[in-house]
Nanobody, 119 residues
Framework: QVQLVESGGGLVQPGGSLRLSCAASGFTFSSYAMSWYRQAPGKERESVASISSGGGVTNYVDSVKGRFTISRDNAKNTVYLQMNSLKPEDTAVYYC????????????WGQGTQVTVSS
């Protein structure tokens, strides 16, 4: 049974930090690229950061470059998103996604964790 379980969300003041985790099970984690997405109220879901299966390649949306860092630990089947210098506009539900292209595109999503940046 495939599971992606996000944790680490919460309420933080502007300028603060949070570290999100996404624990994976039920598939070969180390073979999948992983991504973090977010969806704010009334907005479309957007890709925030992604990391290759081996961890050597990362990408970020411009709005989080220099503030967020994606990483993974394939021994622990976990991907992380370190978020620093948080802004109110970072408020959203954050989701992790696993992706592999093997004959077909296969992707799995977590249930999401709420991040609220407010004073």
């Amino acid at each position: 049974q495939v599971q992606l379980v996000e944790s680490g969300g919460g309420l933080v003041q502007p300028g603060g930090s949070l570290r999100l985790s996404c624990a994976a099970s039920g598939f070969t984690f180390s073979s999948y690229a992983m991504s973090w997405y977010r969806q704010a109220p009334g907005k479309e879901r957007e890709s925030v950061a992604s990391i290759s299966s081996g961890g050597g390649v990362t990408n970020y949306v411009d709005s989080v470059k220099g503030r967020f860092t994606i990483s993974r630990d394939n021994a622990k089947n976990t991907v992380y998103l370190q978020m620093n210098s948080l802004k109110p506009e970072d408020t959203a539900v954050y989701y992790c996604k696993a992706l592999i292209v093997y004959k077909n595109l296969i992707e799995y999503w977590g249930q999401g964790t709420q991040v609220t940046v407010s004073s």
